[in-house]
């Protein structure tokens, strides 16, 4: 199983800054199959980001995914007060299908 | 829009079993390019995916390791609903558990709203 550590573990930011989340694969991911999922507290994650880089459908804009092979990146353009929540990434390239421990995004 | 709607008991007793339900809505659960998946959420373990069945004519199941020999998803198409049976639970399958659709390419794109399974 791909093991994805996720990075910073927590960060804290103000509406309108920028944020960047790592998430990095103890091996290639194949076909950069790499999605990126928003969890609110009492509510089931959101896809954001599949294939590493493509939108999910009724995602804003400000949220952008990149990487490829092992190294990934999530990054929000202007932090918005709903952006605050814990976010994961997931590989489904490789069986069986892994998730990161995800990182909190505080105000 | 697809919606996933989760039902079930939320406490179960150590060694029995639990059960939980998934109604699909918006989508067949015989479409050859999604799959059907149940995953869970513990502060211990985070999110781990336990399986998925799909239908590729014939009907595939497949499981993740760690519960393998204990878990069976099963598809019920007159209901358009799926399934999840675990056996022999322990306090350690205390959880949140999510069904959840994938597309054809993996990622999992639509999820149920949860049920907080206690064993105790």
């Known amino acids: 199983e791909i093991v994805l550590t996720q990075s910073p573990g927590t960060l804290s930011l103000s509406p309108g800054e920028r944020a960047t989340l790592s998430c990095r694969a103890g091996?290639?991911?194949?076909?950069?199959?790499l999605a990126w999922y928003q969890q609110r507290p009492g509510q089931a994650p959101r896809l954001l980001i599949y294939?590493?880089?493509n939108r999910a459908t009724g995602i804003p804009d400000r949220f952008s995914g990149s990487g490829s092979g092992t190294d990934f990146t999530l990054t929000i353009g202007r932090l918005e007060p709903e952006d605050f929540a814990i976010y994961f990434c997931h590989q489904y390239g490789n069986s069986p299908a892994s998730f990161g421990l995800g990182t909190k995004l505080e105000i | 829009q697809i919606q996933l709607q989760q039902s079930g008991p939320g406490l179960v007793q150590p060694s029995q079993t639990l059960s939980l339900i998934c109604a699909v809505s918006g989508d067949s659960l015989s479409s050859t390019s999604a799959t059907w998946n149940w995953i869970r959420q513990s502060p211990s373990r985070g999110l781990e995916w336990l399986g998925r069945t799909y239908y590729r004519s014939p009907w595939y199941t497949d499981y993740a390791v760690s519960v393998r020999g204990r878990i069976t998803i099963n598809p019920d198409t007159a209901k358009n609903q799926f399934s999840l049976h675990l056996t022999s639970v322990t306090p350690e399958d205390t959880a949140m558990y999510y069904c959840?659709?994938?597309?054809?390419?993996?990622?999992?794109?639509?999820w149920g709203q949860g049920t907080l399974v206690t064993v105790s």
């Open positions: 091996q290639s991911v194949n076909n950069n199959y």
């Open positions: 959840a659709r994938a597309d054809g390419w993996g990622d999992f794109d639509s």
């Open positions: 294939g590493a880089s």
